[in-house]
């Protein structure tokens, strides 16, 4: 089992940054990915990024390329969401989730492989 437990959440205005951190307890050195998804008001979860818990490959969303940084501290158990240009479209709950189970890129943004979800934390940012 591994348990996740994301922080870092709030209000921003527009244009600014803010960065989610998730730290993992638990059979962490199993993880294969831990990626971060989102639920803006009123719709499904999407996916908006990943990385690999071995090799610190990255995967973004179109969406947040350019503006989002996933990273990683094996050491401390923890990924982290850097996000910058922030947008009123980037308001969500933010989910952190991880795998055991290795996921062919072409998969990283489906939910459903990935076991392990924390609860969430709200971003909101405002116009």
């Known amino acids: 089992q591994v348990q996740l437990v994301e922080s870092g959440g709030g209000l921003v205005q527009a244009g600014g940054s803010l960065r989610l951190s998730c730290a993992a307890s638990?059979?962490?050195?199993?993880?294969?990915?831990m990626g971060w998804f989102r639920q803006p008001p009123g719709k499904e979860r999407e996916f908006v990024a990943a990385?690999?818990?071995?090799?610190?490959?990255?995967y973004y969303a179109d969406s947040v390329k350019g503006r989002f940084t996933i990273s990683r501290d094996n050491a401390k158990n923890t990924v982290s969401l850097q996000m910058g240009s922030l947008k009123p479209e980037d308001t969500a709950v933010y989910y952190c989730?991880?795998?055991?189970?290795?996921?062919?890129?072409?998969?990283?943004?489906?939910?459903?492989?990935?076991?392990?979800w924390g609860r969430g934390t709200q971003v909101t940012v405002s116009s």
């Open positions: 989730a991880a795998t055991e189970r290795s996921i062919a890129t072409a998969f990283l943004w489906d939910t459903k492989k990935y076991e392990y």
């Open positions: 990385i690999t818990w071995g090799g610190g490959g990255t």
């Open positions: 638990g059979r962490t050195f199993s993880v294969y990915v």
